[in-house]
């Protein structure tokens, strides 16, 4: 089984920068895609971006481009998503998935951590 914990939430400014990361254990080799999604109070659970497991190719939602953007260390079992330009708008719980059945479904789930931006 796999397992993601994710770090790195907390409160700041507008236009400021943060970088969550999520580590992942137990058997990684098992993971295809990874994904960062958010949700915000009162707001359906939304994708932000993920990166493949095979050539590191990215997505990302339209409304991050330029802004985030997510990388993964192999050697540490880490995946990143920098954050700059924060706006009130990303403030929302982050959670990081797996998708380790490779059949599309993201099926491993951190516990989120909290990022709040103020205006």
């Known amino acids: 089984q796999v397992q993601l914990v994710e770090s790195g939430g907390g409160l700041l400014q507008t236009g400021g920068s943060l970088r969550l990361s999520c580590a992942a254990s137990?058997?990684?080799?098992?993971?295809?895609?990874v994904a960062w999604f958010r949700q915000a109070p009162g707001k359906e659970r939304e994708f932000v971006a993920d990166?493949?497991?095979?050539?590191?190719?990215?997505k990302y939602v339209d409304s991050v481009k330029g802004r985030f953007t997510i990388s993964r260390d192999n050697a540490k079992r880490t995946v990143y998503l920098q954050m700059n330009s924060m706006k009130p708008e990303d403030t929302a719980v982050y959670y990081c998935?797996?998708?380790?059945?490779?059949?599309?479904?993201?099926?491993?789930w951190g516990p989120g951590t909290q990022v709040t931006v103020s205006s």
């Open positions: 998935a797996a998708d380790t059945s490779h059949n599309g479904d993201y099926d491993v």
């Open positions: 990166i493949s497991g095979w050539n590191d190719n990215t």
């Open positions: 137990g058997r990684t080799l098992h993971i295809h895609n």
